[in-house]
């Protein structure tokens, strides 16, 4: 089975860091993209980072743009996430997140995994 283990969220100060990983397991890692999601209290989930898996290539939520930075090592199957210059605003749990895509004739499925979720808290 696919498996995704997010971790290192916890509570920081306006102007801190925080480094997020996301350990994945079942699924030959290298193959995949990765990425980040977040959800605030009553809020929807928005995606905020992602890595793809063929060229690295990455990309950001305009409101974490230079603040952010996604990285992946794949001899360790773990994505990261290095958030620095947080804000309130950046509070809510951050999901990792991959799609594996299977065909059966004509048809592609999708099958969306998701780690359990890491509570950032950022303090003004």
């Known amino acids: 089975d696919v498996q995704l283990q997010a971790s290192g969220g916890g509570l920081v100060q306006a102007g801190g860091s925080l480094r997020l990983s996301c350990v994945a397991s079942g699924l030959s890692f290298d193959e995949y993209a990765i990425g980040w999601f977040r959800q605030a209290p009553g809020k929807e989930r928005e995606g905020v ?7 690295g290539n990455t990309y950001h939520v305009d409101s974490v743009k230079g603040r952010f930075t996604i990285s992946r090592d794949n001899a360790k199957n773990t994505v990261y996430l290095q958030m620095n210059s947080l804000r309130p605003e950046d509070t809510a749990v951050y999901y990792c997140h991959t799609n594996i895509q299977t065909h059966k004739g004509w048809t592609r499925y999708d099958h969306h995994y998701w780690g359990q979720g890491t509570q950032v808290t950022v303090s003004s």
């Open 49 to 55: 980072s992602c890595i793809r898996s063929d060229d």
